[in-house]
Every structure is written in C-alpha cells, then in structure tokens.
C-alpha cells in the first residue's frame, strides 16, 4: 500500500498579511451594508474621523481579530490611499511597522515613505506617459453635467469623481483603451474613476516587505482591480462579494471568495486569514535592507460593474 505524501513543510520565516483597507477590512457608513434586523446588527467600532466627524468602521470582532493577527504576523496595509489619508486610520492592534500606500508609490517603514523605493518607482514611471498628459486628457473627455471634482494624489495618479449614473456607459472602457498603450490602467470605484501607471502596483512593494522580513507565505484580500496583482502573487487571497472584482467575476487560482457583502465581509477575512495561520511565533521587527529593482509586473484591465454604494470623498476609497 503506497503511503499517502507528506505534508508540505510551512514555508520559513513569518507570514505577511497584507490586505487593501477601504471595503475590505474599513468601511464607510454608506458601503456598510448591514441588512440585517437591528437588535442583530454588529456593534462597530470607529476607526477614522475626518475633519471632527467619524467616516470608516468596523465590527468589534473584526477589531479583535486583526489586533491578534497583528501580533502573530508581519501585518501590512496596502492602499491606494495617500500617507497623509492613511495616517487617519487607527487600526487595532500593534502599529503596523510597514503600509504600502499610493497603491505601491509609498513603502512607509515606521511610519515614514522610504526614499529609495521612492526612487525606485520614479525610474520605473518613466516608461509611462507623464501624470500630466493623462490627466488632461481625462479632463478634455469628461463633461460637466457628471464630473463633480478631479484630483492627483501625490504626484503619482489621478481620479475623477463622477456621477455614476449619468457617466456614459463607454466612457471608462474607451478611456481605458486610450491609457494602455501609453503605459496606464483604469479602474472604475463606486463613483472615482482612476488613472493609475502600470508599474505603479501594491503587488511589488508587498514584494519588498517579504524580502526585507523574509516572509515565508503571503495571504492577501482585496475588492477593487488595483488589488488584483496583490490577490495573484499571494499564497492565499481572499475577496468579498462585493466591490470591482465581483462585478466583474474576477477569480485567480489561489483565490477565496467569501460569500459576504459589506463589514461582515471584512470580519470573515481577519477569521479566515487568522485559521490559516501556521503555529508560528510573532514575527521579528527587521532593518529595512536596500530595495532592489522592481519586478516585472503585469496588470489586467476588467470591464466596469454595476455602482457599488458610493464611499466618502475625503478618502480615497481604496
């Protein structure tokens, strides 16, 4: 009788966690979803305000299992916010010592964008179109009666925010069209329409944390397209039922797909991500080493999806 294989050994070095915050793991009181009768509805805990006011949420349990996964793991946000944006949220648990922010623009290390990998990206965005002749053309084929404002964020991408409905239906695929071969990916979010280069991906500056801690595994979850490099190069990834992949029946071989719409969503995936945890120690704090050239990075362009509830204008939505 042949003896059935042996398990796997667990990879050496300590898992990373790296997940996309807005409509993943936070949520704005619009993108919440809660559907449930109210004596059911989960007690929230706030964990952004802007400008005096509360803006993202969510569950008590979902708090208390990031602040344990935190501990275990090498935890690292990955947004498209800008630091500034990012520097509003106060996640449970132990300050993250790495975020990825800008969608990959920034690496923070202690809370600080690390120059070299700055540097790094600049080199790499010079095979794009530049920032500006994006951006104008973007603005030269919106129209009045749906763009309500247009922003560049850090220097690094731009977005519109439009009127959903009154946005014309081939809008975003022409522009899309337009924007690839100068080197660009569009994204449509609920109601921002972003204008992001290629190389410009939280995938490769997850990559560089891995390196400088030397992770064994990654897991990862995301909703949006600009977290769709993130979710392929993982070991494990996770998604909500919600969100720009959903829309578009996004899937990749290693990836979960969770039933669950909203906040509870991102409960399911700090529970999830936490089973799947080796029994491991927590991880190390690591010198950050020197970043090396960036990997080759691939990106894919999805067809936009129905509106998903609109998230607030003060954050990025990402």
Not at 72 to 84: G, L
Not at 128 to 154: G, I, N, T
Not at 261 to 270: C, D, K, M, T
Request: glycine share 6%; with cysteine.
């Amino acid at each position: 009788m042949t003896p059935p294989p042996s398990p796997e050994p667990p990879a050496a070095g300590p898992a990373l966690v790296a997940s996309d915050l807005d409509r993943t793991l936070i949520y704005s009181a619009a993108a919440l979803d809660m559907t449930m009768p109210d004596e059911r509805a989960p007690r929230l805990l706030c964990v952004e305000t802007y400008e005096h006011r509360p803006l993202s949420f969510m569950t008590e349990e979902a708090a208390a299992l990031l602040a344990r996964l935190a501990a275990r793991t090498v935890f690292v946000p990955a947004t498209t916010r800008t630091p500034e944006q990012y520097r509003r949220v106060r996640l449970p648990g132990p300050p993250p010592r790495f975020a990825v922010c800008a969608n990959g623009g920034h690496l923070l290390v202690d809370g600080v964008s690390d120059p070299e990998w700055r540097e790094r990206v600049r080199e790499r965005l010079t095979g794009c179109a530049p920032l500006e002749e994006v951006r104008a053309h973007m603005l030269s084929r919106a129209r009045p009666a749906w763009l309500l404002k247009e922003r560049v964020a850090d220097g690094l991408f731009a977005y519109l925010v439009v009127e959903r409905a009154l946005l014309p239906g081939t809008w975003v695929e022409e522009l899309a069209d337009w924007a690839a071969p100068r080197g660009w990916s569009v994204s449509l979010q609920g109601r921002k329409v972003y204008a992001v280069p290629q190389p410009l991906t939280k995938s490769a500056a997850v990559a560089e944390v891995a390196r400088r801690t030397g992770a064994g595994r990654v897991h990862a979850a995301g909703d949006s397209l600009l977290d769709a490099d993130l979710l392929q190069a993982a070991d494990l990834a996770w998604r909500p039922s919600h969100g720009e992949l959903a829309d578009s029946g996004w899937t990749a071989p290693r990836l979960r797909i969770l039933p669950e719409r909203g906040v509870l969503a991102g409960e399911r995936i700090l529970r999830e991500m936490t089973t799947e945890l080796p029994t491991a120690t927590p991880a190390p704090a690591q010198d950050p080493a020197p970043a090396p050239d960036l990997p080759r990075l691939h990106t894919r362009t999805l067809p936009p999806g129905p509106d998903p509830a609109p998230a607030p204008d003060p954050a990025l939505g990402r």
